[in-house]
């Protein structure tokens, strides 16, 4: 498999999933159409979909990190980030 030279996939992001393929990230996959067609193609890359927002077309995925490098040059997925906690200062 090659690595995808997608700027969709931040490097740091990029560079943790080739490092460790099996570990199980959450990621926030925004996408053209949050649609029944994209859920199917992101389950059967082996993720697993928590959320779908439609508002602003995106998923909330889990899943080994290696599924994520298949799916990273696809022309409907438009961009990945890591689902972290928000955190205010008090």
């Known amino acids: 498999m090659t690595e995808p030279e997608s700027s969709k996939l931040p490097e740091s992001l990029r560079q943790f999933i080739q490092a460790n393929p099996q570990q199980t990230v959450e990621l926030i996959l925004r996408v053209r159409a949050a649609d029944d ?3 199917a ?13 439609t508002l602003v077309p995106q998923f909330v995925v889990t899943g ?16 990945i980030e890591s689902d972290r906690s928000v955190h205010t200062w008090q």
């Open 37 to 39: 067609e994209t859920q």
């Open 41 to 53: 193609k992101l389950e059967a890359a082996g993720l697993t979909v928590r959320y779908r927002l």
């Open 64 to 79: 080994p990190g290696q599924a994520i490098l298949s799916l990273a040059d696809e022309k409907w997925l438009v961009g």
